[in-house]
């Protein structure tokens, strides 16, 4: 009301101008200010509804990588006839390999629990998300790995350890559980 009365206020040397000029310039210029802001609300809900869908296509393009890094790590397990390399380069295979098949899984749980925050978690997730930590179980997993890859900050989040389904839940602390002992004791030997 203030920003009104100042306009209003005309200094003495101007011409003098019917209130009702004055009242429709003002209408006018409040009604600019309003379509305005409704541009800018308009250009930001469009930047929101891109950016889930940029998201989601750099999420799709991880998982189709990871599994393609997971395919390729199978294969190679399976391949017995190749000629061996030495020890040393069969170790860092390994643990490269370890560390994709630790970031397809990270990929993988977050895709799962960003879904489970939106909308209740369906049969079909809670059985990938089983399988997921089942085959986090099998996997040897050091400090440096855990510190390369988040999986073990994913799995400390409360959506895992409160999850619908009691398995996922309990698998989850477990796998946190163990990691973190691992990880006491690699410190502790240091």
């Known amino acids: 009301m203030l920003g009104r009365m100042q306009e209003l206020t005309a200094p003495r040397s101007a011409k003098k101008r019917p209130l009702s000029s004055v009242l429709l310039q003002l209408e006018a210029k409040e009604a600019r200010e309003e379509a305005a802001k409704k541009q800018k609300d308009s250009n930001k809900s469009e930047r929101e509804t891109r950016e889930p869908e940029a998201k989601r296509q750099k999420v799709d393009e991880a998982r189709g990588q990871a599994a393609h890094l997971i395919r390729s790590c199978q294969s190679q397990a399976t391949t017995s006839l190749q000629p061996r390399e030495s020890e040393a380069?069969?170790?860092?295979?390994?643990?490269?390999?370890?560390?994709?098949?630790?970031?397809?899984?990270?990929?993988?749980?977050?895709?799962?629990?960003?879904?489970?925050e939106k909308v209740p978690a369906k049969e079909k997730d809670i059985s990938s998300a089983l399988?997921?930590?089942?085959?986090l179980m099998h996997l040897e997993v050091g400090l440096a790995e855990l510190k390369a890859t988040g999986i073990g900050r994913e799995l400390a989040k409360a959506a895992w350890k409160q999850h619908i389904s009691r398995e996922v839940s309990l698998q989850s602390q477990g796998l946190v559980a163990?990691?973190?002992?691992?990880?006491?004791?690699?410190s502790s030997n240091a």
């Open 89 to 116: 380069s069969q170790q860092v295979d390994s643990k490269v390999s370890v560390l994709a098949q630790l970031r397809a899984h990270c990929a993988c749980l977050s895709v799962l629990r960003s879904r489970a």
């Open 131 to 135: 399988k997921t930590l089942a085959s």
């Open 178 to 186: 163990k990691w973190r002992h691992a990880a006491k004791a690699a």
